[in-house]
């Protein structure tokens, strides 16, 4: 078996940040100085390998993907409140070939480089019971053996659902891309490949999900069914955060709806929305949840804050993005001691968030659906400690430098009450998937097959089951959909989506998929002006063009890299609208 130079950036991977209580979490630290001889030898080696696939996945947390902050304000979610930055090649639609690596933090070559671990990862793998049971007494050491002979096994198959969520994080950027099966292959930039080999041509977008769902279908069933629960296989609760049958199908579902959407699906083939529904439908049985627990103001709150999400049974797929301070730096008011405002909500998602009683005639914020208070700061609540207040003359005025736009401040995510002068620090865990979108995947692919009440063999809820768990496990209070109409109940997925997701790398994407985005994103963000204040009273006014949406039609897929384009001799063809 010949060995190749695996490139620096994908062989040391990311120490991944250690949180209280989980000391042994897949350690991905390894040694780039390996001889064949010393990897073959060595089962430590081989199993860091098989850790170190998973590496490019934390470089890929959505905390700083764009500008060193959520993607949320590249869509109608938010406004920067920075004047400069990448964010703003998304809001004038002129992200290009030549600025759209530094745009996206790499992410190109970020899942390529996990790619290419993956592929060689599984190229030594071939070997490894050998490497398990060289140098020690398997007899002896029976119970370790036999453990390591179980991890091995899981990490071939890990190694498959890697490679899946890479597939499916490019192809949710750029469409179809080049299925890079080998260490040989080439995808065009030096960065990401071995220099040796074959170029690989870019595959059709639907090529690229049926591989993805090969990989997935062929594997799910040999991974863990779960690290945390099952101790039939022994105590690996260590390596919890590794892919588990769960999370492979929850890639599958997404994949499946995005295929269904009118973005990937012009002709809207039923059948693809079909497939979708089952898929989801998988997940759903594997979860076994019997229905979506109610979740309270405070759970709301704290799921996204600390580690809370890790025992959550919401939670599918998280990835654990260490201990900082950085998101409260980022994004506490700028008149928090340390805060730079960074990332606000705006007032087309504020709105969003419905009534649930009466509306006040003095607090346009009471009596509302409880994930907005939980999860935006508006003006007169409460939040560090403090009461924000944002008329003339107050702590938190508009009119200081670098305040929010929008008149709204981001609390989902932010832990409260953080001493940036002190330079405490909090965990951070960003969500990748949770039980919230397979239900709203659900009720969208259902929607679309079969109506919003029909529940076919082999269902065990419809479209509006689904749906009505996520409203009722907010409150019990927010309004029934009724409708029976397919297109109304589609507005109301999508706008449950809108309130469920915000903030969680959702609604940029879904706008894509749903080619609504020419719409929405050619139409300015709305925030509100605090006005002035009276006592508790204060006078507000809606502010129509607080910031800048345009969008063409060639962005609803990002461009290649130039240099990607150039460096494959042009067998990556470029999306069309770029030059």
């Known amino acids: 078996m010949k060995i190749l130079n695996i490139k620096t950036t994908v062989a040391i991977a990311f120490l991944f940040f250690l949180l209280p209580g989980c000391s042994d979490f897949l350690d991905t630290k390894i040694d780039t100085n390996l001889t064949m001889e010393m990897i073959e030898t060595n089962r430590d080696n081989l199993f860091q ?14 905390f700083t993907i764009l500008d060193g902050n959520f993607f949320a304000a590249a869509s109608d979610e938010a406004e920067r409140t920075q004047e400069s930055g990448y964010t703003y090649l998304f ?16 992410i190109y070559i970020n899942c390529y480089e996990g790619i290419r671990a993956v592929n060689f990862f599984l190229d030594y793998a071939k070997n490894g019971e050998e490497i398990i049971a060289m140098n020690r007494d398997t007899i002896a050491d ?11 096994n899981w990490l071939r198959a890990e190694a498959h659902i890697c490679r899946a969520y890479y597939y499916m994080e490019l192809l949710k950027r750029f469409g179809g891309v080049p299925i890079v099966e080998s260490t040989l292959n080439q995808v065009g930039s030096s960065s990401v490949n071995s220099g040796v080999g074959e170029l690989v041509p870019r595959s059709s977008y639907d090529d690229v999900v049926e591989y993805i769902v090969k990989e997935i279908d062929d594997n799910v069933n040999n991974l863990q069914s779960s690290w945390r629960t099952n101790t039939a296989d022994g105590n690996f609760n260590t390596f919890d955060g590794r892919f588990e049958r769960k999370s492979a199908l929850a890639i599958k579902s997404r994949v499946l709806l995005f295929a269904a959407s009118p973005l990937n699906n012009p002709t809207d083939d039923v059948s693809k929305w079909e497939r979708a529904a089952r898929a989801t439908q998988q ?3 594997t979860l076994k949840i019997a229905t979506m627990p109610s979740r309270s103001a405070s759970v709301l709150s704290s799921y996204f804050q600390g580690v809370a999400s890790i025992t959550d049974m919401q939670s599918i797929f998280l990835i654990r993005d260490g201990v900082s301070n950085y998101l409260q730096r980022n994004n506490y008011p700028i008149a928090t001691p340390g805060g730079n405002s960074g990332v606000t909500p705006t007032e087309n998602l504020v ?11 003095t ?4 009596n509302r659906d409880p994930r907005l208070a939980a999860w935006i700061a508006t003006n007169g609540s409460r939040w560090n400690s403090r009461t924000i207040d944002q008329s003339p003359g107050g702590t938190d005025d508009m009119r200081n430098p670098n305040s929010s736009k929008t008149g709204y401040y981001l609390k989902k995510y932010i832990a409260d009450n953080v001493n940036l002068v002190q330079g405490s620090t909090v965990a951070n865990i960003w969500v990748v998937f949770r039980y919230p979108e397979i239900l709203l995947n659900f009720a969208e692919a259902m929607n679309e097959a079969y109506g919003p009440d029909a529940k076919p063999e082999g269902f065990t809820m419809s479209a509006r089951d689904a749906l009505m768990q996520v409203r009722k496990s907010v409150s019990a209070s927010l309004p029934a959909v009724t409708t ?7 507005a109301a997925v999508k706008h449950e989506c809108f309130v469920e997701f915000a903030f969680e790398d959702h609604r940029y994407w879904d706008l894509l998929r749903w080619k609504d985005a020419e719409t929405i994103l050619n ?8 006005l002035s204040r009276t006592g508790n009273n204060y006078e507000y006014q809606v502010n129509n063009n607080v910031g800048e949406r345009v969008f063409y039609e060639r962005n609803y897929r990002l461009p290649f890299a130039r240099v990607e384009v150039t460096n494959s001799s042009n067998t990556l063809q470029q999306n069309d609208g770029y030059n």
Do not use: C, H, W
């Open 523 to 530: 139409t300015p963000v709305k925030g509100i002006m605090v």
């Open 283 to 285: 997940v759903i049985d």
């Open 91 to 106: 809001n004038k639609g002129t992200i290009s070939p030549d600025n759209v690596y530094v745009a996206t933090n790499y």
């Open 49 to 62: 390998f098989g850790n170190a696939m998973y590496a490019p996945i934390q470089g890929m947390s959505g």
């Open 484 to 490: 029976t109409d397919v297109g109304e109940f589609r």
């Open 351 to 361: 709105s969003a968030y419905e009534y649930i009683g009466n509306p006040s005639a």
């Open 363 to 366: 607090d346009p914020y009471a």
């Open 142 to 152: 029976v119970v370790q053996y036999k453990r390591d002979l179980k991890n091995l």
